[in-house]
T-cell receptor, first 111, second 115 residues
Framework: GQQVMQIPQYQHVQEGEDFTTYCNSS?????IQWYKQRPGGHPVFLIQLVKSGEVKKQKRLTFQFGEAKKNSSLHITATQTTDVGTYFC???????????FGPGTRLSVLP | DAMVIQNPRYQVTQFGKPVTLSCSQT?????MYWYQQKSSQAPKLLFHYYDKDFNNEADTPDNFQSRRPNTSFCFLDIRSPGLGDAAMYLC??????????????FGPGTRLTVL
């Protein structure tokens, strides 16, 4: 079946350092979504990427969708303590009705 | 304004005692999902309703059932909770046109404790 993988599983950074998480799908995706889940909270939608090679930015966050539409990355510049949480990527399954979540990357930011 | 509401936020039940979790939405989305999320894991899809059509995941135990009486409400029934069912249960909604689904909006979740 379709698999969505993410690396790294955990990342500890010093405040001000950059952070990147990578997402890889076993199949080509029509789109990919990123969610952030704060400790004790629920997943919150960040962004959706649809086009091959697409790059979107949200302040310090940069999202990329690979040319083959099988991988994606989220890069945070100059992390802050408010960036702490788990970042999930999710892609539609083969039928397009459900989303398959990656295992997530847990980010810790040390002040 | 809350868009996806889950009640209760915390639920404690006894081993084997049936429990019902509820979800309501004000988004008028036609797709509603139930996920189970255990500590440090990704949300695991249990089932979803595409309009009135119920879709069960292959590995969802029979112990878990769902009802969707109308567009706005969806219920998760756990017939005989076991210790392994203790988890956060997340409801999500999305809008789907012609099969492809849009962004999912998650509720705050119900944390279930089984004693």
């Amino acid at each position: 079946g379709q698999q969505v993988m993410q690396i790294p599983q955990y990342q500890h950074v010093q405040e001000g350092e950059d952070f990147t998480t990578y997402c890889n799908s076993s199949t080509t995706l029509s789109n990919i979504q990123w969610y952030k889940q704060r400790p004790g909270g629920h997943p919150v939608f960040l962004i959706q990427l649809v086009k091959s090679g697409e790059v979107k930015k949200q302040k310090r966050l940069t999202f990329q969708f690979g040319e083959a539409k099988k991988n994606s990355s989220l890069h945070i510049t100059a992390t802050q303590t408010t960036d702490v949480g788990t970042y999930f990527c999710a892609g539609p399954d083969n039928y397009g009705q459900n989303f398959v979540f990656g295992p997530g990357t847990r980010l810790s930011v040390l002040p | 304004d809350a868009m996806v509401i889950q009640n209760p936020r915390y639920q404690v039940t006894q081993f084997g005692k049936p429990v019902t979790l509820s979800c309501s939405q004000t988004l008028n989305h036609n797709v509603m999902y139930w996920y189970q999320q255990k500590s440090s894991q990704a949300p695991k899809l249990l089932f979803h309703y595409y309009d009135k059509d119920f879709n069960n995941e292959a590995d969802t135990p029979d112990n878990f059932q769902s009802r969707r009486p109308n567009t706005s409400f969806c219920f998760l029934d756990i017939r005989s909770p076991g210790l392994g069912d203790a988890a956060m249960y997340l409801c999500a909604t999305s809008r789907a046109d012609s099969g492809e689904t849009d962004t999912q909006y998650f509720g705050p979740g119900t944390r279930l404790t089984v004693l």
